[in-house]
């Protein structure tokens, strides 16, 4: 068994930041914010069996979009790894995670993967990955020069498969 974690605090200060002006509904006025939050991750993985291994990871961060508007995301993970024997292996993971600016989205996803080694140099995998993005809720934070929205994911659930 193995585990290693690392946390911090994040101290996020916004100037002159989009905001709404009270009743005037669509007109960026500017605003400047100060929050307290924590930051980290941690990884567990125990070799349950020689050929068999599982993984649990969580993390916290927060991070600027594309325009600039910071969002925190909650993340945990569970994989499963069983090497079958010496070119075979078959892995399944589960995973949710949590994305936050003015709107709350929630993602679940999971997958199965098998993989075949035939040398050194080639090696063919089978993956199948089921994704599901549940409805956001919240309200849009407009971006005041595109007037477009910055998150994506407003809007009914949608849910996603696909192999490769």
């Known amino acids: ?65 594309i325009v600039g508007s910071l969002f925190k995301t ?23 995670t949590r994305q936050i600016l003015s709107t709350t989205t929630d993602f679940v996803s999971a997958s199965a993967s098998y993989s075949y080694k035939f040398t050194e140099d080639w090696t063919a995998q089978f993956t199948y990955r089921y994704l599901h993005r549940f409805a956001s809720s919240g309200t849009a934070v407009i971006d005041p020069i595109t007037n477009t929205p910055t998150v994506s994911g407003l809007g009914p659930p949608i849910p996603t498969a696909s192999w490769s």
């Open 74 to 96: 909650d993340l945990v993970t569970l994989g499963l790894a069983y090497t079958i024997n010496d070119h075979s292996t078959l892995s399944l993971s589960a995973n949710g």
């Open 1 to 65: 068994m193995s585990f290693r974690g690392e946390a911090g605090a994040a101290y996020l200060i916004t100037k002159n930041g989009a905001g709404t002006a009270t009743g005037v509904i669509g007109r960026p006025s500017a605003v400047s914010t100060t929050d307290l939050d924590w930051i980290g991750d941690a990884v567990l993985t125990y070799k349950i069996f020689n050929d068999t291994v599982l993984t649990l990871n969580a993390s916290q961060a927060i991070a600027p979009s």
